[in-house]
């Protein structure tokens, strides 16, 4: 008998009624950082150095983070909206009971990062690279993973709901992924292409 599937629900972040908004000066940010129980709102940490970075218990709202390079940080029970992460490296990193809605997080790496218990809704996260990465009651919901690589990714407990995954690479590793449907059929094209099935012409 098949065992049941774990619900994907990431903890919400644990603030305080109130939080404080956290004012950053990147030129003062030193690797290893660490940010707990704030709210970090219009940050522009474009192309800021934040190797080893931790937040906890942390609400972003439209901060950019693009091309920032973060590669072994830590997010534990944290939401960012509506932020701009375009070009995020996070290799070998740890994200769990993370919720990021309407982010645009393409050309992001995520290679050999643990994810557990992550919701991605609504985000762009074209040609995102998650390599070797192990993920863990992810869900993607509503997003555009187009040209990302799963290559070597390993998927437990994970959903794809009404996303494009045109030109995805490494698409056997979807294999237990739970999908809708229509979005299996929607998405045959890609699942021929990692099978190595080649299309009848109706002529033959």
Do not use: K, Y
Request: aromatic letters at 4%; one cysteine or more.
């Amino acid at each position: 008998m098949a065992r049941p599937r774990r619900p994907i629900a990431p903890d919400p972040p644990d603030l305080p009624d109130d939080p404080p908004t956290l004012d950053i000066d990147r030129a003062r940010i030193e690797p290893g950082a660490s940010w707990t129980e704030v709210r970090i709102a219009g940050a522009d940490l474009t192309g800021a150095r934040l190797t080893g970075v931790a937040l906890r218990d942390t609400e972003l709202d439209g901060v950019s983070l693009a091309n920032a390079d973060a590669r072994g940080g830590e997010m534990r029970r944290v939401v960012a909206r509506g932020c701009r992460m375009t070009g995020l490296l996070w290799n070998e990193g740890v994200l769990r009971h993370v919720v990021f809605r309407d982010c645009r997080i393409d050309l992001a790496a995520f290679s050999a990062t643990e994810l557990e218990q992550v919701v991605f809704d609504g985000c762009i996260l074209r040609q995102a690279d998650f390599q070797d990465a192990d993920l863990v009651c992810v869900r993607f919901d509503g997003c555009d993973l187009a040209g990302a690589d799963l290559t070597g990714a390993r998927m437990a407990g994970c959903e794809l709901r009404a996303c494009t995954i045109d030109e995805l690479r490494g698409a056997e590793s979807l294999h237990g992924t739970a999908m809708r449907w229509e979005d299996i059929v929607a998405s045959a094209g890609t699942f021929a292409d990692a099978l190595g099935i080649r299309v009848l012409d109706p002529a033959d």
